[in-house]
């Protein structure tokens, strides 16, 4: 995310005292890079859920149900950054724990787990979408909509395993950020990297189900390409969990309010991106849309300069043609098909000879 940046330090960022200033407020680091990121991507993912939802109107296509689990993920993502700000702007969060009060750590505390817990339900809402667009693209192929199946049970297990989680490895809660609390925690490194482990497991398998039947399709390589591009555009996310595997050492670190920060930096970052990616194939067909619109007009617009005169029928059945009859390539007459006559069709050189 950072390059050079050893997240496992805490030196890199310093004392709210002495780090800058951001906006009116003085709000850490962390804090003013999570906002204006998060804000920055939650403003491609509205775009992208327009697109969608425009896409499908202009184009008289009714939503599919992917496009409402993308919807769905948009919605409870906005919960997310919303969270996430209000608890940058209003609560502290992205300082270190050491410059709080145990009251406001404690409030800090709860809202991350709940920021997780939101986080989890958006990844799961995107895994879903992009498994039903697997299911409309590829529906005729039996194996592919047995491992879209199979994977949004899994998805949906791997949520209530995650959400659960992030409650119930520490009893208390305040354990989990409060040294002096009285309680225990389970294994927190191994439960972070079972969970991510099959959260990425379950996004390789959505990304490698349309490969073998996108690979076996008769079309030219750009059109072949174009679609490995729409289809597995989600392979961009990987790097999101990849940062946050990498951030391994800072589950259990002692300063619980900043390390929980920077990964929720990645959470609604990387759940707004999926957001924006989940509607690329939106993206094409609205281009599709647009492209065809603009070559009728265009179309049109060329017919009408051109003025053609239309004759009866009974000018032609007169020349001895039917009205069902298509005429030679070569004649000056063209065709005009109507609702159930084919129509021959006189230009003006025709007529002038």
Known sequence: MFPGLDISSQHHFPSTNSHFQCTMRALPALGCITIILIWIVTFLALTSVVVSVVGSVTGRRKLRFSHWMNIAAFVV???????TTWAIIAEGEGAHQLEMSLEQTNLIGRSLLVNAALWTLTTTLIRVSACFFLQEIFRVVRWARVTSWATIGLSS?????????????CRPLSTQWDPNAKGACGDQNISFVIIESVGLALDLVILWTPIPMLWKLHLPPRKKLQSFLVLDIGVLLLGFTAFRLKSLSLVSSPDFVWAQSYLGLLSATGAMLGVTLGAAGSYVALYKDAKTAIRSSWYRARQAQRSIPQLDNDFFEALGYRATDTLPTNNPYRTLRTNELTIPRLSLQAISM
């Open 77 to 83: 993502g906005m919960l997310l950054v919303g969270q």
């Open 157 to 169: 297990v791997h949520c209530l395993a995650s959400i659960l989680e992030v409650f119930l490895i």
